[in-house]
């Protein structure tokens, strides 16, 4: 009868440096894959809270007459193109001032429905909660923005003529638009 050989097993023991890269990868490898978005739902449910309600595409379709639609991009966002009679308001330089400012100039009354989009709906959200700080009683954010009104077939204009370009913003944000030609410049 054989008898088995034992082996003897040697156990290296890593340094700090070696433990602190170990547990870097490890946690890098695990927020990529757990905790990336994969669905405009993931996003919104990630970075907004919810506290301007969420007006949808097929509503808006069906109240945009009604709307006071306004486009919180950038400037270079909103001259590939954006939503029919969408008013620019932008992102970085708004304030309060500003804010009532073009409202005025709008004829504006508090309780218009005033409907906010951008690229997919984050940006939009903090422009509609500075309009509601401001006494606006009627403020919606679209959900998705204009990547989820382009994916379910929503038309867009550049200078009044309808486009398939949308400013995707980035190669990150971009995969969530589904439709389109997406543009990054």
């Known amino acids: 009868m054989a008898v088995p050989l034992a082996q003897e097993v040697v156990v290296k023991e890593r340094s700090p440096k070696q433990m ?14 757990t905790f990336s978005q994969t669905t405009i739902e993931g996003v919104l449910n990630k970075y907004n809270d919810k506290s301007v309600p969420y007006i949808h595409v097929e509503t808006l379709k069906k109240s ?5 639609v306004l486009d919180a991009r950038e400037p270079e966002e909103f001259e590939v193109s954006h939503l029919k009679n969408a008013q620019y ?20 009354g508090r309780d218009q429905l005033i409907v906010v989009y951008c690229s997919i709906g984050v940006r939009s959200e903090i422009i509609g909660k500075k309009l509601m700080s401001n006494g606006f009683t009627n403020v919606y954010n679209l ?28 190669k990150k944000w971009g995969r969530y638009l589904t439709k ?6």
Not at 20 to 33: F, G
Not at 180 to 185: A, L, N, R
């Open 143 to 170: 959900y998705g923005g204009i990547f989820e009104w382009v994916n379910k077939g929503g038309d867009i204009y550049k200078k009044g003529e309808p486009t398939q370009k949308v400013h995707a913003y980035s």
């Open 64 to 68: 945009a007459k009604q709307a006071l």
């Open 20 to 33: 602190k890269k170990l547990i870097i990868i490890w946690i890098s490898m695990l927020s990529t894959s």
């Open 89 to 108: 308001i932008g992102f970085k330089d708004v304030n309060s001032s500003r804010l009532v400012t073009l409202m005025s100039d709008s004829l504006v």
């Open 180 to 185: 389109g030609i997406k543009v990054y410049e």
